[in-house]
């Protein structure tokens, strides 16, 4: 069965603006969870959606967004963007019931 | 302090040699214990799931669970090169205010050289 899809693969964009990052989870699945991975802090936690409801949020500031539509796909907003947040962004897929949770091969973003 | 302690090496191990990886935490209200490997430039891929103490054997992959120390351990048996990457200890509580949050542990660099 189909993995984790994670679209565009890799985004150059400049301060100051915004970008929006795609998720379609495993058929299935409907809970969706996004990740912020760095060399300096690892894999950090962002958010997770579930049945189209934000359930739990990470410690990041409002300029991270996400929303998740009656498909399950998700997408996630970075408005504002600092050359910061270049980092490599994850989405996770699980059936949001304690089980596994599997990751599709990131969003490579670099703000410059 | 972080949540989930997990050295990162460099390990750099033969061909053929029994690798041992190793996490600890502090909240005891983890419950769910996995392992990730990670090549450069991927997404992190599941190796191993499991919520009770005890071993959990798969292939050459054996998890090991000891909640009463909050420790955690990955053994990989026969390690050969392409098992040389970047493994990730993750785990979470049983829903609450935590639903779909995995806390990682820094990784560990993993070479095996032929």
């Known amino acids: 069965k189909a993995g984790v899809t994670q679209t565009p693969r890799y985004l150059i964009k400049t301060r100051g603006q915004q970008v929006t990052l795609s998720c379609s989870p495993i058929?299935?699945?409907?809970?969706v969870s996004w990740y912020q991975q760095t060399p300096g802090q690892g894999l950090q936690f962002l958010f997770e959606y579930f049945s189209e409801t934000q359930r739990n949020k990470g410690n990041f500031p409002g300029r991270f967004s996400g929303r998740q539509f009656s498909n399950s796909r998700s997408e996630m907003n970075v408005s504002t963007l600092e050359l910061g947040d270049s980092a490599l962004y994850l989405c996770?897929?699980?059936?949001?019931?304690?089980?596994?949770?599997?990751f599709g091969q990131g969003t490579r973003l670099t703000v410059v | 302090q972080k949540e989930v302690e997990q050295d990162p090496g460099p390990l750099s191990v033969p061909e053929g040699a029994i690798v041992s990886l190793n996490c600890t935490y502090s909240n005891s209200a983890f419950q769910y214990f996995m392992w990730y490997r990670q090549y450069s430039r991927k997404g992190p891929e599941l190796l191993m799931y499991t919520y009770s103490s005890g071993n959990k054997e798969d292939g050459r992959f054996t998890a090991q669970v000891d909640k009463s120390s909050k420790y955690i351990s990955l053994f990989i048996r026969d390690s050969q090169p392409s098992d040389s990457a970047t493994y990730l200890c993750?785990?979470?509580?049983?829903?609450?205010?935590?639903?779909?949050?995995?806390?990682f542990g820094q990784g560990t660099i993993l070479t095996v050289h032929p």
């Open positions: 996770a897929s699980s059936t949001g019931m304690n089980t596994e949770a599997f």
């Open positions: 058929s299935g699945h409907r809970s």
């Open positions: 993750a785990m979470s509580d049983a829903g609450g205010t935590s639903y779909g949050k995995l806390t």
